[in-house]
C-alpha cells in the first residue's frame, strides 16, 4: 500500500513526463520507389519470396480405423491406406496440394520426384 505523499509524487512525475513527450509525424519513401504507381506484376511479388522457407509435407495417404484398434496397434502392424501402389504422393503445402511425385531415394534418405505441378492459379 502507499502512502498518499508518494502517490501523488507519483502522479506529479507521470505529469510532468507526459508534457516531456513530443510527437512528430514522419514520412516514409514508398517501397517500390514510385509514388502512384501501379502494383507489381505478380512475377515481381513472387520474387520478393523466393528468399522465405516454407514447410512442404508429402502425403502418401490417409487410413482410418477405430480407436480401440488404434490403441491396440503393435510392431509389425499395417495400416491400409486410400491411395492405389502406384499413384502418386501428394506435396502439400499448408492444406493445399501444390504437386503430385514418386518415392525416390536420395542417398540415405526418401526423396520426390515431381511428376505433376498444380498450376499458380489454385495454389495459396
Do not use: C, W, Y
Request: net charge neutral.
Amino acid at each position: 500500500m502507499q502512502s498518499t505523499s508518494a502517490r501523488g509524487a507519483l502522479v506529479g512525475l507521470l505529469i510532468r513526463f507526459e508534457q516531456a513527450m513530443t510527437i512528430q509525424s514522419i514520412e516514409l519513401p514508398e517501397l517500390n520507389g514510385q509514388a502512384g504507381s501501379k502494383a507489381a506484376a505478380p512475377s515481381q511479388r513472387l520474387a520478393a519470396l523466393a528468399g522465405v522457407k516454407a514447410e512442404l509435407t508429402v502425403v502418401a495417404g490417409h487410413a482410418s480405423s477405430k480407436v480401440g484398434d488404434i490403441l491396440s496397434l503393435k510392431e509389425g502392424a499395417v495400416l491400409a491406406l486410400d491411395r492405389a501402389l502406384n499413384a502418386p504422393f501428394d506435396v502439400m503445402l499448408g492444406d493445399n496440394v501444390i504437386a503430385r511425385g514418386e518415392l525416390v531415394a536420395v542417398g540415405e534418405q526418401f526423396g520426390i520426384r515431381i511428376v505433376q505441378v498444380a498450376p499458380h492459379e489454385s495454389r495459396p
